[in-house]
């Protein structure tokens, strides 16, 4: 299940990974467009599908 928040002390201690930390928060990068292809109906249900084999498969073993 998605977290959308979470409650927990972080701490960094090297300066360089905090340099990187900084960058990477105040970046103002686009976002990447979702690929809907990825997430259709059609994709979801071959998904399933392949799921389903391979349990089926390991229960076998």
């Known amino acids: 299940m998605a977290t959308v928040s979470f409650d927990k002390n972080i701490v960094v201690k090297e300066p360089e990974a905090i340099e990187r930390l900084v960058e990477v928060l ?3 990068k ?3 467009p979702i690929n809907r292809k990825l997430a ?9 599908k392949l ?5 089926s498969h390991s229960k076998r073993f």
């Open 51 to 55: 799921l389903k084999q391979c349990l």
């Open 26 to 28: 105040s970046s103002s």
């Open 40 to 48: 259709s109906d059609e994709a979801m249900a071959r998904g399933e």
């Open 30 to 32: 686009e976002a990447k």
